[in-house]
Nanobody, 113 residues
Framework: QVQLVESGGGLVQAGGSLRLSCAASGSTFTTMGWYRHFPGKEREMVASISSVGTTNYAASVRNRFTVSRDNAKNTVYLQMNSLKPEDTAVYYC?????????WGQGTQVTVSS
């Protein structure tokens, strides 16, 4: 049974930093990453990382956010720097194995101006 536990969201001022973590268990995962959801919009991909470390970023976060993973701990991280009010959203961890994709419970990130 796959379980995901997210942590690290919160309230930060514009220009600040936050680090999200997602600890996964119950399988070995290929791609791990993060999505975010703005009210009234589709969930969008923020960043992903493959099992060999290949990363992919949304254009809006490139050079500000860094995704990484610790395969020994089955954990994916999202280091968010230079945060902007428009980054305010619920952030969801997303991990995939050869059978399915799985979602975390979501963590709120709020950036005040």
């Amino acid at each position: 049974q796959v379980q995901l536990v997210e942590s690290g969201g919160g309230l930060v001022q514009a220009g600040g930093s936050l680090r999200l973590s997602c600890a996964a268990s119950g399988s070995t995962f290929t791609t791990m990453g993060w999505y975010r959801h703005f009210p009234g919009k589709e969930r969008e991909m923020v960043a992903s990382i493959s099992s060999v470390g290949t990363t992919n970023y949304a254009a809006s976060v490139r050079n500000r956010f860094t995704v990484s993973r610790d395969n020994a701990k089955n954990t994916v991280y999202l280091q968010m720097n230079s945060l902007k009010p428009e980054d305010t959203a619920v952030y969801y961890c997303n991990v995939r194995n050869i059978w399915a994709a799985y979602w975390g419970q979501g963590t709120q990130v709020t950036v005040s101006s």
